[in-house]
Every structure is written in C-alpha cells, then in structure tokens.
C-alpha cells in the first residue's frame, strides 16, 4: 500500500469517526424556547447572516418579527400564554418552515414538521409526561383479511401486562393525510391517558390506532414501501370500513380484551369521524360509544353501497342502541354547516347524543380537547 494511499484512508477513518461522533460535544449557540415566569415565552435563533427573522405559531395571529443581538442570535418573547401545547417555527429571509435547532422536541401532522413547547399548569399538564404510572405503546401488524399486513399503534394501560384482567377498547381513527403515528405523537394519546387514568377520571382502556390510508400499509418510513413522503392521502371509498370488523377480531385475539358492544368505542377526527360515522352504523351491534370529532359526516362518495341507505342503517343503529354518540365541533370549522345539518337530521328522527362546540377550528389542540373530554365518558 503506497504512502499515500495509507494517508487518504486514515484520512477517510479520521473523519467518519468525527462524523459520527460529533454530536456528543454539541453545543448550542441559543437557548431555546424559555418559558419565562409569566408563561411567556422566549424564542431564540443563531443565524448570524441573516437579514430578517420571524415566529409563527399556533399562540399568534400574526407572525413576530424578532431582534438581533450582537452575537448574531435573534430572539422575540410572546405575551404570557395559557396553559397548553404549542407549535411554532421560523420564517428565515423568506425561507418558511425553519426549525429551531436548539429545541430537540419536533412533532409531525402530514409532511409538516413542527417544534413545540409546552406551558405548564392546567391542560399543559395533561399533556405532558408526569410522575404517574405508565401505559406501554406497541407498533403492532395486523392481517385484517385484506392479504397484507396493516401497521397499528395500540397503548395498553399501566397494569396491563402484571394483570390477567380484560380492558375495554376504544378505536381511535385519523383524519386524512395522517396514519397510525398520529395520535400517539401530535395527539398525545399516551400522556393524556396516563394522567386521566391515574387520576380517576378514566377507565383503564385499550386504545387502538389503526391506519386509515388504503394506498401505504403503515406510516412513512416504517415499511417496505421506501421513503414515501406523506401526502394528503386517505380513503373513502369504503374499503377501510369494510375491512373493521377484521380488524376488532384481530385485536381480541391478540389482547385481553372484553369482546362485547358494551367494552367497545370508536371515535376520530375528520376523515377518522366520516369513517367512525360509517362504521359505527354499519355495525351496530359492534360498538357502544361513538365519537364524532370535527367529522366529515355528510361527504359520502356515490356509487359505494357502504354508504348508501344512512338514514336506514342509523336507524337501526339506534335502536340497537347507544350508551353515547358525541359530537364535537369548533365554531370556525370549515365542517361546522356540515355538521349543523347533519345534527338536524338525527333532531328530526329523535335520536339522542350529546354536542360540544368549542372555539376554534380544524386543529388538533381542538382535538386533544375532545379526546380528553370523550375517554372520560367511557365505559362507566
């Protein structure tokens, strides 16, 4: 081996063990974000060339030009905010959507990556891991009879696995454009659910999260179909309705589940509600507890059969019985007419549920609400 050649290797060796090592010196050249004593908050970014920076997130109505000190970090607090979770992210010279490198905590909804931040106190808390028992969260793959295999997130309670007992199963569906991930990350079913229960206020339950998109089996990046980027996909064609069923028997042989009407709820968000919607009166001796949020509940495609004859089916749906159909709603929501209509409809026929309308639209802050207020409800 010539000199030289020893001398481009070691070279080669040198810098993939820096790569791959560097990040046990990182260093950050902000502190960000800062939660200040008032619950504002501090957001700092280093971009020491730029010209312009601005905040945009879900605690503003308009973006928040930011300063630059001399050290090149530019940074902008908030009013004091109420107690929740946030996202938010940097416009750079009119490059939208930066991430701010020195807050590691990043969720995804669809292809958009957000940072967020939480402010502690009343629903913040719930939102946040505390110091209670813990639920486990599994991936999970499934063959609902549909010849291949469907990833799902299931979150079993705390004393799940040092218990023989059998839990009641809520099926918590998605809106379109999201997966199996949804839930669990930007909803933050598991954190919610740990602290509900730990304190009373919810039953020890199963909670199911399937993947509603016909067109990938599992979310992006966790299947063989390669680094497909998230769309706003979905299906409404009566093909992920059809296939429930097979996937309710799947989970009761393969958890401890109580496998009757009384045990079970399903509810989702959007594309996640139209399909509760259509589940829930397709099979209405499968579920007890229907939960509607922001749903899609009049969009139905014509020429499936599935959805043909709603009016007879919900009928037979009631009649079957309910313990609780839910259906919540924010004022500003572009389904908000929708579901106005759909509301007059069940009035018309004297079926009874409960209605929630909250501020705000189409947003999973909404969302996270709805699910805390529903699971509440469950299973009494």
Known sequence: MTRRLCGLLMAIVTFTTASAQQNLWQTDAAVSPVVNSDNSVTLRLYAPQAESVVAEGDFTAEALAMTRREDGVWEVTTAPLASELYTYRFTVDGMRDVHDPANSYVMRDVGSQMNYFIIPGERGDLYAA????????????ADAGDDRERRMVVYTPADYEDSRRKYPVLYLLHGMGGDEEAW????????????LIAEGLA???????????MQHVAAPGYSHEGMWRPYMSGSMDGTFESLFPGIVEWVDDHYRTIAKKHSRAIAGLSMG???TLHISKEYPT???YVG????????????????????????RQFDEGVALYWIAIGKEDFLYEENVRFRAM??????????RESEGGHTWRNWRIYLTEFAQQLFK
């Open 273 to 275: 509600g139209f399909h």
């Open 292 to 315: 509607l949020f922001s749903a899609a509940v009049l969009r139905m495609r014509e020429g499936v059969a599935l959805y043909d004859n709603m009016e007879a089916k919900l009928a």
């Open 130 to 141: 505390q110091n209670v028992p813990h639920g486990s969260i599994a991936r999970v793959w």
């Open 184 to 195: 669990i990350a930007t909803g933050r079913v598991a954190e919610i659910m740990d602290n």
């Open 346 to 355: 069940l009035d018309e026929a004297q079926y009874p549920y409960t209605y």
């Open 286 to 288: 499968m579920f007890n």
């Open 203 to 213: 039953e020890p339950m199963i909670i199911v999260m399937t993947n509603g998109c």
